[in-house]
């Protein structure tokens, strides 16, 4: 099975400033034939459901503000934020779906400073 | 509008039994993978199980293999998640996820609420 790790548990961040969230899986998510990370990313915030930001490591979901923006490939992933806003306040995953089963990271939660 | 609704959830003993459904409405249901994601009280989310569109292909996390079966009826838009031996460690918040593509191996871009299981004596 591959194991999802993220960094850091939790951070705070100014408001306008930058948050940096990163994801380590335990083998390489990247498929060779189609050249695609199979890496997601989560926003939940309390008493909702997830909500997805980013699919294929940096495609950015309809909707979802431009501030948002996800990289990587292989095993290494970030998540950035790059100026914090105040509805941003939530926990964030990763998530592969490379092969069954589809495990989640262990969340980051992000507050203002 | 796209939309999911849980229900089934609720307090069971240990070793009981729950199914749980989800219905889905304003897309081709039938075209798409689904999926179950739970989330125990105060934690994060811990994938379930996912089925395809046609209801072939099916697959589990581990702390559920062999007591957990997902299951769909196409022709009433409608997911289920049959529960036994449950212990309680499976008290969680149980969502359903519609994935972005037919596909098993895709996001989840539409999530229900949840429906709450609570295994307790």
């Known amino acids: 099975d591959i194991v999802m790790t993220q960094s850091p548990d939790s951070l705070a961040v100014s408001l306008g400033e930058m948050a940096t969230i990163n994801c380590k899986s335990s083998?390489?998510?990247?498929?060779?034939?189609?050249?695609?990370?199979?890496l997601a990313w989560y926003q939940q915030k309390p008493g909702q459901p997830p909500k997805l930001l980013i699919y294929?490591?940096?495609i950015r979901e309809s909707g979802v503000p431009d501030r948002f923006s996800g990289s990587g490939s292989g095993t290494d992933f970030t998540l950035t934020i790059s100026s914090l806003q105040a509805e941003d306040v939530a926990v964030y995953y990763c998530q592969h779906y490379y092969s069954s089963p589809f495990t989640f990271g262990p969340g980051t939660k992000v507050d203002i400073k | 509008e796209v939309q999911l609704l849980e229900s089934g959830g609720g307090l069971v003993q240990p070793g009981g039994s729950l199914r749980l459904s989800c219905v889905a409405s304003g897309f081709p249901f039938s075209t798409y993978a689904m999926n179950w994601v739970r989330q125990a009280p105060g934690k994060g989310l811990e994938w379930v199980s996912v089925i395809g569109g046609n209801g072939y292909n099916t697959y589990y996390g581990d702390s559920v293999k062999g007591r957990f079966t997902i299951s769909r009826d196409n022709s009433k838009n409608t997911l289920f998640l049959q529960m036994n031996s449950l212990r309680a460690e499976d008290t969680a918040i149980y969502f359903c996820?519609?994935?972005?593509?037919?596909?098993?191996?895709?996001?989840?871009?539409?999530w229900g609420q949840g429906t709450m299981v609570t295994v307790s004596s």
């Open positions: 996820a519609k994935d972005v593509v037919g596909s098993i191996n895709a996001p989840s871009d539409v």
């Open positions: 083998q390489s998510v990247l498929y060779s034939s189609n050249n695609k990370n199979y």
């Open positions: 294929w490591a940096s």
